[in-house]
Structure formats: C-alpha cells, structure tokens
C-alpha cells in the first residue's frame, strides 16, 4: 500500500484531534463533577439519574410545603393561645359579676373589660397572614372572616368551612389552616328549656330554670327529637286532688315524676326545677319544650352578656341566667379551642416526623446518585494528564513528519 503525504498528514492530524476530544472530555466530567455528559454514555445510570434528580425535586417541594405548613401553623396556635388566655378571664369576670355586693359602677367596669376583650376576639378572628389572606375565613381569605351586622348587630362568619392542603409526601397532605366557622361558629350555647306556657289553671307564678346544668345537658341530648318536634314537648299536669305528673308528649316519664302539689315548693327532675305557686294551680297544665339547639359565636355571647351588665334592671334571676348562658358558652368555646390546638399539635408532630423523613430520603437519593454518576476526581486528573502526555506526544511525532520531504531520503 502506498503511503502518501496526505495521509500521512491525516494520520497525524486525526491522533491530535482524538486525543484532545479526550481530554476535553475529561476537563468537561472534572468541571461538571459527572461522568455521564449525555445520555449516550451510560444510557441506564442516565435513566436512572434523570428519576432521581425528579425525585429529589418532588421531596424538596414537599419540604417547602411543610415549611410553609408549619409557620401556617404556628401562626393560629399563637392566636388561639391568647384567646384561651382570655377565656379564663372571661369566666373569672363573669362569676365575679355574680356578687350580690357588686355595684352598678362595678357591673359597668366588668362590662369595659368584657368589651376590650371582645374588640381584642374581633380583631385576632380576623388575623391575616403575610400573604394578607385572613387565615380563619376558609377559602373566602380575600374578605374578613367576621364582620358586624349594623342591622342586627349581630357578628356574622362571612367565609366558609374550606381548608387549604398542602401535599408533604407522596402519601400525605395536611391543612394548615382551621375554618373560624369550626372553631368559633360550631360551638352550642347553654342548653335550657323555652318559657313555660300556662294552658290550664290559674297559678299566680310558674318559674321554670335549670339548676344542675350537666344532668340538664346529658337528658337534653337523650330526649331532644331533632325529627319530631312533638316529642320535646313536656307538661306538667295537676289534677283536682293536688297530685301531680310530668308527661312527655302526652306519656308519662320512665321513671315517672310525680307527687303531691304543694304551692311554692319546687318539683325537680332532669336537672330541671319547675316551681309554681298559686293554689288554683289546681286543676291545670303547664307546658315547656326542648328547643333546637342554638350554635352562637362568643362575640354574640359577649355582646349579650354586656348589654345585661350594664342594664340596672336586669337582676336576680334574670342576671342569673346571663351569668349561666356566658359561663356555658365560654366553656363550650374554650373547649373548642382547645380541641383545635391539640389537632395543631398533632399535624406540627406529622410534619416533623416526614420532614425528618425526607431529610433522610434526600440524603440517601443524593448518595445513591452520586455513586452512578459522580466522577472520580483522581481517575479525572489521571486521565487528563494522560491525554496531555499523548497529545505533545503526537504534536512532536506530528511536526517531524509534517518538516520530512524527499529530499530527507535523497541525502
């Protein structure tokens, strides 16, 4: 085979070209800290790299959501924590109101307090986050969760029962928000019965009040027929020889209430306490019902509550009763509340847990990806010194070939 200049020249032209794409590769795997620069050098480990690398992205942004979840957080159970604070007040305010050595200056300097407390509820119910979203209104954020009704002058939820989620693993996603209707709305104010009516008889008085609230609750949420009304219907009957009996929808009671009528003298049952007084009570009926149980939000309550306060004529039994309906409702209230930090905690112990997780998850994933594609540092330079080596070797066989002509061979 003849062997010409030009190929000779080729020759020695494509050993310098290939020898320098080698080292260029190796400059490009040490720079970029892999050894896969394109699919086509380890089709499977490049496969396997691109799935991981969507994988860590997807448990990065599930750490982003539990960030933003637990200042989410964090952010109610500081609003709440204040209120429940403020709860207690309440009720020490309110029992204290209850001396019957209290004035009227003192009654209106409990009622400026109750009040302050409910601008300070007013305004935490309708916290807003950094984002400027009002946190207890559901998805309605853009709006106030609660807002006073000038015509009724009742406080009114104005957002709804929605809860944002937030995804923090594949399998997981929590809220990081509660709805004020759950925690402020759904509470039920003090169990009681409606007014008695007299439908027979002539009792100079009938006073119908609750005197031991928990056993009045218990049978309030045994006996009350939310499908039919007629059976919360209650009488109390006395026949013309002084006996009487108290019917539920016409039947007597298991066990049954009854006795001998006296004038004045209370007739107890269900934690109730029924008193009539008059001797022409006999014969007659007096009627009461179980009416729908009322959900209230404690602003509405305040508000009745101070109104009674520094109202002179509301006394006796009728301040009694204000005293009893703010202490039920503030209970009922706190309780809620409580409820809802205690699921605070719970969510805040989750996200903890799978943050904790995934921190794990990520570390492992980057291991794993590392010992696929990572290059070798020592085995890079090694192989970029090589190259180096070869290429001024096959620059100095290049330039001897490139200066000899025949005349080298002639002489």
């Known amino acids: 085979m003849r062997l010409t200049f030009n190929m000779q020249f080729a020759q020695s032209l494509n050993g310098i070209l290939n020898t320098q794409k080698k080292m260029s590769i190796a400059e490009q795997q040490l720079t970029k800290q892999t050894r896969i620069l394109s699919p086509a050098d380890d089709p499977a480990a490049s496969a396997k790299v691109l799935a991981l690398d969507q994988n860590l992205s997807q448990i990065e942004q599930f750490q982003t959501n539990s960030v933003l ?246 006394t006796g039994v009728n301040f009694n009763e204000a005293i009893a309906d703010v202490l039920v409702q503030t209970d009922n209230s706190a309780r809620n509340v409580d409820n809802t930090l205690a699921s605070i905690g719970g969510r805040v112990n989750v996200l903890d847990s799978v943050f904790s997780s995934n921190e794990d998850l990520i570390i492992n994933n980057k291991g794993y990806k590392a010992d696929i594609s990572e290059v070798d540092f020592a085995a890079a330079l090694t192989e970029i010194k090589r190259q180096e080596i070869a290429l001024q070797a096959a620059s100095t066989v290049f330039s001897k070939i490139g200066t000899t002509t025949l005349f080298d061979y002639l002489r």
């Open 69 to 314: 979840l637990k200042n989410g957080l964090a952010l109610q159970e500081t609003i709440l924590t204040n209120m429940r604070v403020n709860f207690d007040r309440i009720s020490q305010l309110a029992i204290a109101s209850g001396n019957g050595t209290f004035t009227i200056a003192e009654r209106q300097a409990v009622a400026l307090e109750l009040e302050n407390i409910q601008t300070e509820f007013f305004d935490l119910m309708n916290t807003r986050d950094s984002d400027g979203g009002y946190i207890f209104a559901g998805f309605q954020d853009k709006s106030p969760a609660y807002e006073l009704n000038a015509t009724t002058g009742r406080y009114e939820f104005r957002g709804d029962d929605g809860s944002r989620r937030l995804q923090i693993s594949p399998s997981i996603s929590l809220s990081g928000r509660d709805s004020g209707k759950q925690i402020f709305d759904d509470v039920f104010g003090r169990f009681k019965p409606d007014n008695p009516v007299v439908i027979s008889g002539t009792p100079d008085s009938v006073a119908l009040r609750v005197n031991n609230q928990q056993i009045f609750d218990q049978f309030y949420r045994e006996k009350y027929d939310s499908q039919n009304p007629a059976n919360n219907l209650y009488s109390l009957q006395i026949d013309a020889g002084s006996n009487y009996q108290v019917l539920n929808n016409g039947a007597p009671l298991t066990p049954p209430v009854n006795g001998v009528f006296v004038s004045g003298e209370p007739i107890r049952f269900s934690g109730l306490e029924l008193r009539v007084d008059g001797a022409a009570a006999a014969p007659g009926q007096i009627d009461f019902t179980l009416p729908t149980p009322e959900k209230r939000n404690i602003l509405d309550t305040l508000n009745d509550f101070i109104t009674a306060l520094r109202d002179p004529s509301v």
